[in-house]
C-alpha cells in the first residue's frame, strides 16, 4: 500500500536508494502498469494515488532480501532510523 501522502519525492528516493543496493530487478506494478524500482522517473509514471495496492516483484541472485527491503520501507511508512520520511 502506498504511504498516506502517496508517492511523493522522499518516498521514491528511499526506494530507489534501496533498489539500488541490489543486483536483482525490482518492480512495482499498479493498475497494470510496471515500473523499475530502480528508475525514479519509472515509478513517477505508476501514478499510485494513496491508499493504492502494488505489486511487488523481483528476480535475481538477491530477490528476497530485495523484497524484504522494499517491503519493510512500505510496511514502516518510510520511517527510517527513527525519523519519519514524508
Not at 4 to 24: C, I, M, W, Y
Not at 56 to 74: K, N, P, Q, W
Request: proline residues 3%; hydrophobic residues 45%; glycine residues 6%.
Amino acid at each position: 500500500m502506498t504511504p498516506e501522502d502517496g508517492l511523493h519525492l522522499r518516498p521514491l528516493q528511499l526506494l530507489v536508494r534501496k533498489a539500488l543496493t541490489f543486483s536483482s530487478t525490482i518492480t512495482l506494478t499498479f493498475d497494470g502498469k510496471r515500473a523499475d524500482v530502480k528508475s525514479a522517473f519509472d515509478l513517477m509514471l505508476l501514478a499510485a494515488p494513496t491508499g493504492a495496492i502494488l505489486s511487488l516483484e523481483t528476480s535475481g541472485s538477491d530477490a528476497a532480501a530485495a523484497a524484504d527491503a522494499i517491503s519493510e520501507l512500505f510496511e514502516s511508512g518510510f520511517v527510517i532510523s527513527g525519523s519519519e520520511i514524508r
